[in-house]
């Protein structure tokens, strides 16, 4: 897959750019999602780098960037890249753990033109918080830096990625998500990429847990509407249908690693024979609409049975590339979430399995705290 390919139809200009502008973490959840070869600090990019990305993003037509990491409050140009963000006319949201952000580094993202904060919650205590962080403190330093967001009335979402340990933990979580004065709390199971993957058989939930937190979840909207609002993201493993994973690849978003690698999704790089293009040496536009990687499962022209055929090959977009080459060895076939899939079997023995008596393995490569 060497030589730059056009696809036959216009493509559409992506809404969001997810700039991962380091993987230093001062965390190291056992869910992270991060590849396990993480990006050390000598291969990131410079600022103007960075906001060069920002700008031709913009010209593109991507409305959001999402700063994100590892934990972007580990670059001490958070704010430059925040001013980069929002004078290219960007909608800017951080996503943080909030270490590392104290009331004076607040003021200057606040100045800087930042628009939204997410901050991750890991459970809705203090002790819960801190050991699934790994970082003592943790939960009580995000209280603390929740309320100086807002105080400065800036709007807060809440992110909650669930697993098996703080799955009986929702309900808390949510009104916890109320306590800190966010408008919206995530509620998403994990992923399973990256360090979640390896610790996959550790965080994957019992089917009755997850059952009983749908009915929870479905309560809660009720009882807390006009209070927050709250989105769900499902596990995957459980449903009849898989995720539109990225909302279509190369439809909607692309991810700049911090290196500068430009991918179509968060693990796109588990995938073999993709060469990743990199806005060092390419124009963003350039390889949104003609890098070979970005092209080669657009669309549904790639798609294999039972997808080619299927009703809803434009609602899920067969699902998730990276999860079908984990579970089939095949990035090409229908992910097997889908109970549609040859391979569902494998889901469902997954979903099924007893949980590990063997505790989970951290994410390493922290940043100072
Ligand atoms: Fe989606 Fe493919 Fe399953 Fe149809 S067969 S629901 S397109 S994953
Ligand atoms: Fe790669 Fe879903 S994470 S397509």
Redesign the pocket.
Known sequence: MNAPTRPQEAIPAPLALLAEVTHRCPLACAYCSNPLDLDRRSDEMDTAAWLRVFEEAAALGVLHVHLSGGEPAARKDLAELVAGGARAGLYTNLITSGIGLDERRLDELVHAGLDHIQLSVQAAEEEAGDRFSGLSGSHRRKRDFAALVTARGLPLTINAVIHRGNIGQVEALVHEAIALGARRVEIAHAQYYGWALKNRDALLPSREAVTGMRATMARLRTETAGAIVIDYVPPDYFAR??KPCVHGWGRQSLNVTPRGKVLPCHAAETIPDLEFWTVREHALAEIWESSPTFNAFRGTGWMRE??AS?A??E??F??CRCQALMLTGDARN??PV?T??PHHALVEKMAGAEPAARPPTRRGYAAPA
């Open positions: 249908y898989p039972p997808c299927c809803r090959r609602v899920d067969g699902g229908a992910d889908c549609l899939s």
